[in-house]
């Protein structure tokens, strides 16, 4: 087992339209507005960037993203990551009766020294981490969707 390997997985029920939610999501340059633990985004190219997350724990991880995919269609959005984190992440918002299910997915390797040096006694922190980063990302989309109007870009 490389137990530097993650994968995630986050169902997240929204009470918004799944072309809401997309809207917001397909903004990364906004996620710092609404998600706390994204720092920074500063685009680099047309389909490229630089992240800088940090939770609880205390450290930041960088990463330079690039998108592989914008579907609006199917409402699916996915970035490759190379930098502390290197992988891929997903997201897929689909309707659920009158609102959406947005899935999260994230198959990554950490680079990043120190947590690989930590890889087994650091993991449940890690992973705890992960967890603390996602709720607050769930409330903060909740939130941010609550102010949107409907028809705005966002």
Do not use: C
């Not at 970035?79 to 309707?95: F, K, Q, S």
């Not at 999260?104 to 006694?121: G, I, S, T, Y």
């Amino acid at each position: 087992m490389d137990w530097s390997h993650y994968r995630f997985r986050s169902t997240w029920l929204l009470d918004a339209a799944p072309d809401a939610v997309y809207r917001v999501l397909e903004r990364p340059d906004s996620y710092p507005q609404w998600w706390p633990q994204i720092r920074e985004v500063r685009q680099t190219g047309e389909t490229t960037g630089v992240l800088r997350f940090r939770s609880v724990l205390p450290y930041d991880l960088v990463v330079t993203a690039r998108s592989t995919r914008q579907d609006p269609e199917r409402r699916i959005l996915e970035v490759a990551m190379t930098g502390d984190l290197e992988g891929w992440v997903r997201w897929t918002a689909t309707p659920d009766g009158p609102g959406t299910r947005l899935l999260f997915e994230q198959d990554v390797v950490v680079r990043k020294p120190l947590m690989r040096l930590l890889a087994v006694p650091g993991r449940p922190f890690f992973v705890a981490n992960h967890a603390l980063m996602m709720r607050t990302g769930r409330t903060g989309l909740l939130a941010r969707l609550a102010t949107a109007d409907p028809g705005d870009a966002v």
